[in-house]
């Protein structure tokens, strides 16, 4: 027989949103994101009856154009170069992985968590960082192009999903996070998001577990690709060095390339559990006790302890010494440069060359921008294959 309490009496039966929200607000640290308070959104809707605001926004980012488009473009090598190297999809995954774990461990939102890793990669640029920063050059003088900006104009402005509003009307949270990326947040685009205000912890969960994940990705795919030597990381790398050191004692006799890879695990276990603790520890140290004590704070409340943040720059540094800059990732570079700038020229100076949307959004929110919103949306192969016909004429599809 049944004692009559809560969880026996939903036995069989469909747990409502407001039972979800419940559930949540007892669970969740008292300086966590709450479905229950949050802002809301720029246009009302009615509530979901099963799923959260949060939960919401994860699936409207899950189905959106953006998101799927990110399984063509490049992370560090161009996405066509090989089938086993991250995309911006497969990494977006890997951090939204690490992000849970993390925000799981400080008893934060992992729903809003979620949403955020999913989207905080939409606003990049075919060809990696390289075509960021060949966008950003030519939009030097006509507001600018960064990815997170980019991002939020894609969620709030481009996707065309709903007949009653334009983007994905996503809550205030979200879209408040994927913006404050870097202080201070200074300049018209921050003014609806409180900008004396810092973001949420989950969003700084988010920034550090996206470090995370390239630096631990690129050092897979480095390897994987030989242009990494394991011999130049052993006793030159100090979180390979330790890192590699726990894998041997719990995995001894491992292959080579096995080993590579128990390393790489290691170095995420490595990192997650020293930004956990560390960022418990400031939590305690700063009497942290509400979000809007998280809201006051003059800097991230998450973040590494010195040693490990001492260990994360000298890895960084190596990654740039022996792979960025490494002359077959050069060449692929000064290809983005090329394509970007040649496509970017070539729309500027006839926007009939442009899909009808584009060139109807450009009488409104201006010629560059709807080139920048064009460019920067396309995948590695479409931006290949738009160049190919225009400048390589016979070599491109009218179809395209």
């Not at 009856?49 to 959260?52: H, I, M, V």
């Given at each position: 027989m049944g004692n009559g309490s809560d969880t026996e009496a939903e036995t069989g039966r469909i747990v409502s949103r407001e039972q979800v929200l419940a559930r949540e607000d007892a669970r969740l640290a008292p300086y966590a994101c709450r479905?229950?308070?949050s802002n809301g959104r720029r246009m009302e809707e009615p509530p979901d009856?099963?799923?959260?605001d949060f939960q919401r926004d994860r699936d409207r980012i899950i189905h959106s154009t953006a998101f799927r488009r990110l399984n063509g473009k490049t992370q560090v090598f161009v996405a066509d170069t090989g089938d086993h190297y991250r995309t911006r999809l497969t990494h977006s995954l890997e951090v939204s992985q690490i992000a849970r774990a993390i925000s799981r461990s400080l008893s934060l939102n992992e729903d809003l968590t979620e949403a955020l890793a999913l989207a905080h990669d939409l606003g990049h640029t075919p060809f990696g960082h390289s075509g960021g920063d060949v966008l950003g050059e030519l939009m030097s003088e006509h507001g600018g192009f960064e990815h997170n900006r980019q991002a939020l104009r894609i969620l709030d402005v481009l996707e065309v999903k709903y007949p009653d509003f334009g983007g994905l009307n996503l809550t205030y949270e979200v879209r408040e996070s994927i913006?404050?990326?870097?202080?201070?947040?200074?300049?018209?685009?921050?003014a609806p998001y409180r900008p004396d205000e810092g973001p949420c912890l989950e969003a700084q969960v988010v920034d550090l577990a996206d470090?995370?994940?390239?630096?631990?990705?690129?050092l897979d795919d480095g390897l994987r690709s030989g242009i990494l030597k394991r011999d130049a990381l052993d006793h030159n790398v100090g979180l390979w060095e330790q890192a590699r050191e726990e894998a041997l004692a719990r995995y001894p006799g491992t292959s080579d390339?096995?080993?590579?890879?128990?390393?790489v695990a290691q170095l995420i276990s490595l990192l997650v559990r020293d930004l956990c603790e560390s960022t418990g520890r400031r939590l305690a140290e700063r009497q942290?006790?509400?979000?809007?004590?998280?809201?006051l704070q003059p800097d991230s409340v998450v973040a590494f302890s010195p040693d490990v943040l001492s260990g994360e720059v000298e890895l960084r540094k190596f990654l740039y010494d022996h792979f960025y800059t490494h002359f077959k990732v050069c060449r692929m570079r000064n290809r983005a440069r090329v394509m970007i700038t040649g496509l970017f020229r070539a729309y500027r100076e006839g926007k009939e060359l442009m899909p009808p949307r584009f060139q109807s959004l450009a009488d409104t929110d201006g010629l560059e921008r709807v080139v920048a919103d064009y460019v920067s949306g396309m995948t590695d192969r479409y931006a290949q294959k738009e160049y190919?016909?225009?400048?390589?004429p016979g070599e491109g599809s009218l179809d395209a």
């Open positions: 479905g229950c308070a009856p099963l799923r959260t913006i404050k990326h870097k202080r201070p947040f200074e300049g018209e685009d921050y470090g995370i994940a390239y630096l631990s990705a690129d390339r096995l080993l590579e890879l128990k390393v942290i006790a509400s979000l809007e004590d998280v809201r190919g016909l225009l400048f390589q």
